[in-house]
């Protein structure tokens, strides 16, 4: 198959296991990972690929699931070269850069994208599903997206071209985000930093940030993040309908939905991906017989199933 892929700059690896990029160390090979050296790499490679190739572009893996069978096609994950920070009155970040990095970096400039903080993962899976906390979303501050198109042409999306609604986008098929472009409002670095050190206090307070997790498992039934404001209602997050279901802490081999916050799934050591989906099926199943709700997944799972 290697004759069939056009010569690159950046890293090409065949047969590449993937686990080890991933939050939950789980998951199959990509035939190919692809890790381009800057962006032109990126277009040539996508221009000169056979359209018939698909293509899954892959953060750090903060919020998917990979399948034990792996993944087919080429794998691209944006590393050196699509991480720098720009903060000019507005803030632009490379796919790559964590959103935490983003979030310190723009307060060191008096710019407030603290919402971004305690966000795993990167910009371009941020952009890509919406992300929020503290009442804060993507589409609150995005502009727009520099993507490589799936032809290999570079295209700036406006942010209202992505249709950014809660936790998903439409980015166009086999589009691979570049960078993104933020507005934020001014504030004093010092008060955003204090803003920041509070909100990771209160997350490693209710979340078990030390565990194998990719951040929250389902997504809240009503569509709505948790906004820590003193009227939320809890009644019909993800995490509550999955304790009256009695899964807190519920186990199916290596996975585990954390004791600690029930919407985080875990693995506690040795779990497969078929454990972890299974044992979020089994959740879904049971809240929906418990409630008559249906969990929507908010992690990502990709690639096949092992026979």
């Excluded at 209710?206 to 009503?222: E, L, V, W, Y």
Aim: proline content about 6%; glycine content about 10%.
């Amino acid at each position: 198959m290697r004759d069939k892929l056009p010569p690159v700059r950046g890293i090409l690896n065949p047969h590449r296991p993937l686990a080890d990029l991933t939050w939950l160390r789980v998951g199959g090979p990509a035939d190919w990972l692809f890790q381009p050296a800057d962006e032109a790499d990126l277009c040539d490679f996508l221009a000169a690929l056979d359209p018939a190739i698909p293509v899954f572009p892959m953060g750090v893996g903060s919020n998917l699931i990979v399948r034990d069978g792996g993944l087919r096609g080429v794998v691209i994950r944006l590393g050196r070269g699509f991480n720098t920070i720009t903060c000019d009155g507005t803030v632009t970040a490379g796919a790559a850069a964590l959103d935490a990095h983003v979030a310190r970096k723009a307060a060191e400039a008096g710019l407030d994208l603290t919402f971004l903080r305690t966000i795993p993962g990167s910009i371009g899976g941020a952009v890509r599903m919406n992300a929020g906390c503290y009442g804060s979303y993507v589409a609150d501050h995005l502009i727009s997206a520099r993507c490589v198109a799936r032809s290999g042409e570079i295209v700036e999306l406006p942010a209202a071209v992505l249709h950014l609604a809660y936790r998903q986008s439409q980015l166009p098929e086999g589009c691979v985000i570049v960078s993104a472009t933020f507005r934020a409002d001014p504030g004093d670095p010092a008060t955003l930093e204090a803003r920041m050190t509070d909100q990771i206090a209160k997350r490693d307070a209710s979340q078990p940030t030390k565990d194998r997790s990719a951040g929250s498992t389902f997504r809240n039934p009503i569509g709505h993040s948790s906004t820590g404001r003193a009227d939320d209602s809890q009644e019909l997050k993800a995490w509550k309908v999955i304790d009256d279901a009695g899964m807190r802490g519920f186990t199916l081999g290596g996975a585990q939905m954390s004791p600690m916050h029930s919407n985080f799934l875990i693995n506690t050591g040795g779990a497969s991906a078929a454990d972890l989906e299974d044992l979020g099926e089994e959740v879904r199943k049971r809240v929906f017989q418990q409630s008559g709700i249906t969990l929507e997944w908010e992690i990502m799972r990709v690639g096949q199933r092992n026979a």
